[in-house]
């Protein structure tokens, strides 16, 4: 499974974001969000004839049983010449949002016309993985670098449609770890889905859902159950925050166990709307998995 970027779902997703408008603290946020979504359809729609599903080759195979993601530079889905492409779309469509991003897109435009923003080199940095590619755009300057982040995730998760339905279920019962099988990046959040309460994690880049052993820890996998803890947020029966003591990592759960019958979830939505469970994480000493 993975996040609704196109098709049927999307009305019910912005229906849900206006209704978590009403909530002032998250209007600009959700306004930024709900302009990405648009503006993925967009982009979607743009490069869609590079978007063909993905087989599953056998260097991929094996690579993935050695541990390692399906993402690579040797089969990156979407051309370097469509990733500027897309770039230069997301760019054009936040102008005029607000003064802050528009002087942030003057600095963004200036570092692509350096070269240091390129469709090249965002790939070869992202297919390295978490280690390099989170500090390499957070180093690009005097820029909001949640608002890049947001655009780039926004263009990633375009580019990973690919293989979101690449892996069979055996194979997929075959990965124990705590980061995306898709592209290696860690979870924004998890959920228990289903009788007992499966633990899904969420991909915070891809949008990937993927099984998870209910009592580790999502970074390191630490499995002691002295050394977690997991948190109920009284009169929610819905959020939980699971906490590590080792890594000092914590992961917000959705418990969707609670939710009323045929409720739709949407979780990169319930990443950006529960700051709350941040807040509570935050001044108990615990840090999110993708640190921003
Ligand atoms: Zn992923
Ligand atoms: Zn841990």
């Not at 194979?171 to 705590?178: H, N, P, V």
Request: contains cysteine.
């Amino acid at each position: 499974m993975a996040d609704c970027l196109e098709g049927d779902c999307l009305e019910l997703k912005r229906k849900r974001v206006e209704q978590t408008k009403s909530i002032p603290a998250y209007e600009t946020l959700l306004n930024i969000f709900e302009r990405l979504m648009d503006v993925t359809a967009e982009g979607i729609d743009r490069v869609r004839d590079q978007l063909k599903p993905m087989p599953l080759s056998p260097y991929m195979e094996n690579k993935f049983q050695e541990g390692l993601p399906l993402v690579d530079r040797k089969n990156f889905p979407v051309s370097d010449e469509a990733f500027d492409d897309l770039l230069d779309l997301f760019f054009s469509r936040l102008e005029g949002f607000s003064t802050a991003i528009d002087r942030d897109l003057k600095v963004l435009a200036e570092k692509r016309t350096d070269g240091k923003i390129s469709g090249k080199r965002l790939i070869d940095q992202f297919v390295m993985g978490s280690e390099t590619f989170l500090p390499y755009i957070f180093e690009l300057g005097n820029i909001n670098s949640h608002l890049l982040f947001f655009v780039l995730r926004s263009i990633f998760k375009i580019c990973l449609i690919p293989f979101q339905d690449t892996l069979t279920e055996e194979l997929m019962g075959l990965w124990e770890k705590g980061e995306c099988p898709i592209c290696g990046f860690p979870p924004d959040m998890g959920i228990l889905r289903g009788e007992g309460g499966k633990l899904y994690l969420h991909c915070a880049i891809c949008g990937h859902e993927w099984k998870y052993k209910r009592m580790a820890c999502a970074f390191c996998g630490n499995d002691l159950q002295e050394e977690l803890k997991y948190l109920e947020i009284e009169g929610d029966e819905v959020h939980k925050i699971y906490l590590c003591h080792l890594c000092k990592k914590y992961l917000k759960v959705i418990d969707s166990r609670s939710l009323p019958e045929g409720f739709h979830i949407f979780l990169d939505l319930e990443e950006l709307t529960s700051l709350h469970l941040d807040v509570i994480a935050d001044q108990q000493g615990y840090s999110p998995g993708i640190n921003l």
